[in-house]
Every structure is written in structure tokens, then in C-alpha cells.
């Protein structure tokens, strides 16, 4: 008997399942958005003495509605796990598990995060991956076990992103406030 062909349905992600699956990813990695809106209150507060600890989870949290940035944490997160259990062939594994120094792709990643606000996120990114700041101290620490040679790189991108939104949203603020008529924020 044969069997009339199936139409194969097409792949389609679910959405909110990848946001849910990103928050819970960096929470069972030991990471608060707290955390992360603390950096970015590092960053920016020398330039808006008034910024707010709820402006810096704002933004945070609109950063991690970005698909991009939702794909490079699983990623780098997966990357990470697998390190962590030997399971990435050699040197692979040996480059990930150390934290090797001439390995990039960590920073390369993490870039693309950094990438969806604009340039001025590679400098913010710079700067609080050389001084590794707050959570970025710990997860940079290597004598507890956990690997986290993406995270650290992942969370101070998506600090510096949320610092780029913040000052692309100043601009705009102070150019409105000169009466200038805004150029349209909608990507930010």
C-alpha cells in the first residue's frame, strides 16, 4: 500500500520560545539582568549623571529582545557547556576550556551583539572588556570551574549595546528638546 506523499512543513522557530530559552540560559549560568544593567550604569553614568538603575534594565531588556542578540548568548552559552564537559573535539576544547589568548571567536560573537546598536558599542565593549568590571570579574574567573569563555565576552557586548541604545535615545532626547525634528529611533 503506499502512502500518499506528506507535504513537508516548512521549519518556523518560535519566537518567544528562543527569548524564554536566552533568559533562562544566562539565569541557569549564574547571570541577573541586574547584573548586567550594572555595567551599563558603569558606562554611562559619567555622561548622564541623572541615568536610573530602571533605564539600564530597560535597556538591557530591549537589547535581549533582539533575535541576534537572543542567537549569539545560545551559541556562545552551548559553546561554553560543551567546553565545560569535554565534549568539543581537539584543540578545540583545549582553546575553550583555557581561554586561550589568541582565541578571538569569543570577542567575535560577542560583537555581533555590540554590532546592532552601532559603532559606538566597540568602544564601551573595549573598555569594560579590558578593566572585566562587576559580573565580568567573576565570570572571567577561571578558578571556579564553571567555563565561561563566550559569556563574559556575551554579557559585557550586551552591556555595552544597551549603553549605545541609551546614548542613541540621549541624542535624540536633547534634539527633540532643541525642538529639532527627530530622525526616527524605531531600529533603536
Known sequence: ???????????????????????????????KILEIAELVMFLQKKYYPDLTMEECIENVE????????????????????LAEQGQLLAPLQEMIENDEGLYGVDEILAFSIVNVYGSIGFTNYGYVDKLKPGVLERLNDKSHGPVHTFLDDIVGAIASAASSRIAHRKQSEREKELGEKPVSDDAI
Open 62 to 81: 530591549m537589547v535581549l529582545k533582539k533575535r541576534e542578540v537572543q542567537n549569539a548568548v545560545l551559541t556562545g552559552i552551548q559553546l561554553d557547556l
Open 1 to 31: 500500500m503506499e502512502h500518499p506523499e506528506q507535504e513537508k512543513i516548512p521549519y518556523s522557530l518560535n519566537s518567544r520560545k528562543v527569548a524564554e530559552a536566552t533568559r533562562e540560559w544566562l539565569h541557569k549560568r549564574g547571570v
